[in-house]
């Protein structure tokens, strides 16, 4: 061994592997090689204090808090039960938006069918500049 100073011993008892890049957890200040720097690779004590996740209510995209002991998902399935802002009937998203433009037409389209001379959103009966007046550019409609 030629630098025998450089790097550090992994604290997990059953590795002690020579690592010269160590990394130092940061919940219990131990220094693990890279296979054991996970909280749960080394069973660290003290990753209750920086492993803390809050689940978020998948209705209404809302942090949940939860107190320690408590189980998320009896504490997010206790929010939908009670607290939750989600209304599905207000969420409905509606498919046809694109109106016709050409006038009587109350026809929606799912896709935006544009004019390419007037730039107008109409719909498939009316997408033929000839079907909804165009009043746009005044270059021939077609070369027949």
Known sequence: MELPWLGEHCSERTCKQLDFLPLKCNACGEVFCKDHIRY??????????KNVQ???CPLCNTPI????GEIPDVVVGAHIDKDCKYNPAQHKQKIFTNKCLKPGCKRKEMMKVVCEQCGGSFCIKHRH??????KGSSQPISKA
Do not use: E
Not at 65 to 68: D, Q
Not at 129 to 134: A, E, G, I, V, Y
């Open 40 to 49: 749960d690779d080394h069973k660290c004590s003290s990753a209750y204090k």
């Open 54 to 56: 809050v689940p978020v």
């Open 65 to 68: 808090p939860v107190h320690k």
């Open 129 to 134: 500049p000839l079907d909804h007046d165009c």
